[in-house]
């Protein structure tokens, strides 16, 4: 008999399971007495780790608070059948009022609707649920934190190092699919970059054939989101495939890094280079004696297990039992929760729950204003899950471990601390050094053109009006589009450039310009090159890359012959401003002369004496004169005499050119006169530049002639059909290389883009592509195939372009008009001096009218100068162009020159 209550006994300490006293420890009576169940596999590490974790935090609330909590946990071997069936017997044998432990989506899905109609709340231990669980299932409620914020932390990575293009490695399991991947996607593509390829795996997955074929594409930006388990197998994988290797970046999350203590050397070491986001929390007395708990209490009851580091997952956990328990203190402070449970009518079968808790409505309501700090930082529950984390470690995995190399914080970026004098930047250099799978300090580009994929298809416009840059030429016989011209030597010349081999398959396109462009973004073709204009509205479909011509639209017109009326050619050679100056010239010389000569000749007129000295100044150009007997003449006169050589031996040059060589002039100078006349004008059949010819420059489309090659626009010009055309300057370059001795520009030059290759939006080859554009510049290899392609036609005329500007004029000898007015002052001076009776009034005002032109000398030279520099840049501008950095340099290092010497002679007077 004495066996019965030993037994009676044992059977109700295991009833009672840790509730037999009701008591606290200062034998006070228990507030309320309540159980929380947990479902945990026991065999695992995490499995451990919760237990320990919320026996811990049951210890200490029950120490702080006069309440009476107990564990009932039950190990479910990792089999999710396991887990519901585990969960009906907490509920229906236990009463438990809440169940923690649901840590994969698996498990979650079995039990989820257990506990839903059994009314008990739920602790789910997976990073997220799917949007629609909190609906479905409002009992169920999630430990782990938000990854709203740590997405966006992986996108400030992408953002940071501008990579353009990313692939996603994600599990596939129901939540991340449905749920986070979406959201994951919208992150990145804030960064400006694309996801290029979505890779689901499992671990049923193959990683050797999914890696291989993830290899094959471009992007070398790999963004992992899975499980520790399955990351491991992944990186060992990639490491034997040689993709943890120079070139390649990996990001990982918190599910990853937040368990990376667990793992052993040997992972480690296939994990190398990749940078891992790990929850942020701030360190606390109180977070340390914790860890410290877990430590010794793990290696109590473990002792052949590896030593445990206390985790995210712990953390978490032992707060969450704290809210339960504040909030069943705040739902029903008095009493036994066990009671609250009532039997209700099972029409489904037996598998489903007997009983209801009655009280779970409230305790979920209480459980939902939690408001306090914990563990693992604020502990607020907002739909369904707990608020995310403001701030994360990023970490980089390196040697035998990994090294805390700075932090992220939402709204404010990357900082090396967290102190309240930290600085923040939006980019990761203010981290410093990271060290990239390879053991390279520079971060990697983020691709690679594709191993083992098809060449990029390459769309060319094969009806371009100037086949001298895209041509294309099908070859019957062997069935096949040869493809050359300018445009594509330059492209050639441009990969040779490039860091990389890139293939590529040039295709011929016989639609419209436009409808080339819009092929790009269909995906039809990869890239497309050409003679395309580089447009606004083109711009909003494709990215151009770097001009690779000249820009500007300019205007293309006859020429006509010069000069037609010969009878009055002789006067051309000068322009009529230096026919006046000549002949003032020769007036103030003569008088001069005069006024030195008239005493010798005082039986003369006054009239005769000037006469005669008009005529000695002008005889002596030409033959010997009458004979001066100053010396002071005779200096005047020689100097006179090489003006005079200077003068007449230009003339003559420039008039034989003129009777010599014919001149030519453009037939049309101002396009506002052509659009007032309603004449017609050219321009390319199938190409934009008809929208700006009409939408900017205001011809109507009745007056805008097409054409498709360069032999029509020739014949529509010698019919008259058109008086101009519209050309970009690289084609106006073409067209004027061939027919140099019939067509010329005229008018301004409207500024427009030039001529470039295009790729989608975000296309990683861009930036590359115009980089070569510049090296091919800079090479000179540019103007070779320019000069080759210009050079061929071997166009030359023996006639010239005739214009005001060739016509000679006073500021091509302004140098010698200066030294002859200065010898006529300066003997002028010396004549008056030597003749000066200092008390004639006459004298005197001589002597001082000399004096005050040698200081007003200065302010002539000035004028002078702004005179050349209004009338090269009225030239420049009548003529259509602008002025060339040569040009300008010329025009004011003259003007300074000019300025500097009136200085100088105004310094000596």
Known sequence: MTGVPVLLAVLLFSSCEGLMVARDADGQSARFVGRIGAIIDLSSPDGSLQKLAMELALEDY????????????????????????????????????????????????AVADIGNKAQVPMFSLYNANPSWATGRWPFLLRAARSQTTQLKAISAIISSWQWRRVAIIYED?????????????????????????????????????????????QSRVFVVYTSLPLAVRLFAEAQRKGMMEKGYAWITTDLVCD??????????????????????????????????RLQRRFKHEYPEETPLHSSVLGLQIYDAVWAVAEAMDRTEPKGDYSSYFQEERNDSG??????????????????????????????????????????????????????????????????????????????????????????????????????????LRIGVSAISAFPEYVRADHNSKRNKTVISGFSIDIFKEVVEY?????????????????????????????????????????C???????????????????????????????????????????????????????????????????????????????????????????NLSRVI?????????????????????????QRLEPSVTDINLLKGSGAAIGCNRGGSIINFIEQHLGFPMSSIRQFATMDEYVQAFRSGEIKAAIFAMGHAKMFLAKYCKEFTTAGPTYH???????????????????????????????????????????????????????????????????????????????YSYSQADWGNRASLMLISASLKWLREAPLRLYIAAASRRWRVRSVSKAAGGTMTAEDATDLEMSTSQMITEGLIIQKFT
């Open 637 to 661: 006169v020689v100097v006179w005499l090489f003006v005079g050589l200077v003068l007449t031996s230009n003339y003559t040059a420039s008039l034989s050119s003129m009777l010599t060589v």
């Open 752 to 830: 427009a883009g030039g001529f470039g290759f295009i790729f989608p939006k975000g296309s990683p080859l861009l930036p590359d592509v115009s980089e070569a554009i510049l090296k091919v510049f800079e090479s000179g290899k540019m103007k070779q195939l320019e000069d080759g392609v210009v050079s061929s036609y071997n166009c030359s005329s023996s006639s010239t372009l005739g214009s005001e500007n060739d016509r000679l004029g006073p500021d091509n000898f302004w140098g010698l008009f200066v030294v002859m007015e200065m010898t006529c002052v300066v003997v002028l001076l010396l």
């Open 350 to 455: 037996e598998n489903e729950p007997t009983l209801v808790f009655s009280k779970g409505h409230q305790l979920l309501g209480s459980l939902l204003t939690a408001d306090f700090s914990g563990l693992s930082g604020k502990v607020k529950f907002s739909g369904g899950m707990l608020a995310p984390s403001q701030s994360f470690e990023v970490i980089n995995i390196v040697g035998r471990s990994y090294r805390e190399i700075g932090y992220w914080t939402d709204d404010l970026g990357f900082s090396k601390d967290l102190s309240s004098g930290s600085n923040y930047s939006s980019s990761m250099s203010i981290l410093g050094d990271i060290f990239w799978p390879g053991g390279f300090s520079v971060a990697p580009r983020g691709w690679a053109p594709s191993v083992g994929k098809m060449p």
């Open 259 to 292: 368990t990376l203590d667990s793992v052993n050397s040997s992972v480690i070491r296939s994990m190398q280079g990749i940078l891992c986001l790990k929850n942020y929390f701030p360190h606390t007395d109180k977070l340390a004696h914790f860890s410290a």
């Open 62 to 109: 029950t120490r702080s608070n006069a309440n009476v909590l107990s564990l009932h946990v039950r190990d479910f071997k990792g089999i999710p059948t396991q887990a519901a069936h585990q969960a009906r017997r907490l509920i229906n044998d236990q009463r438990v009022q809440s169940i923690f432990g649901l840590q994969t989506w698996m498990e979650i899905a």
């Open 540 to 630: 909003e479909l494709v990215q151009f890359t770097q001009p690779y011509t000249q820009s500007g639209y300019v205007m293309v017109v006859p020429l006509r012959p010069g000069n037609p009326n010969k009878a009055w050619i002789f006067v051309k050679p000068f322009s009529s401003s230096l026919w006046i100056s000549i002949a003032g010239l020769l007036l103030v010389n003569s008088l001069v002369v005069w006024l030195i000569e008239r005493g010798r000749e005082r039986d003369q007129g006054r009239s005769r004496q000037l006469s005669v000295s008009i005529w000695l100044s002008f005889a002596s150009l030409f033959v010997h004169g009458e004979n001066v007997h100053s």
């Open 173 to 217: 399991t129901e939540y991340i699919g449905s749920s986070t991947l979406p959201k994951l996607i919208e992150a990145i593509r804030e960064a400006n970059s694309d996801v290029e390829y979505q890779l689901g795996i499992s671990p049923f997955s193959s990683m050797s054939v999914e890696l291989e074929m993830l290899n094959s594409r």
């Open 498 to 538: 490039l860091p990389y081999s890139l293939t590529y398959d040039l295709v011929a396109y016989y639609g419209s310009y436009d409808s080339l462009v819009e092929r790009v973004p269909m995906k039809i073709f990869d890239a497309v090159v050409g003679d395309i204009a580089i447009l606004s509205y083109r």
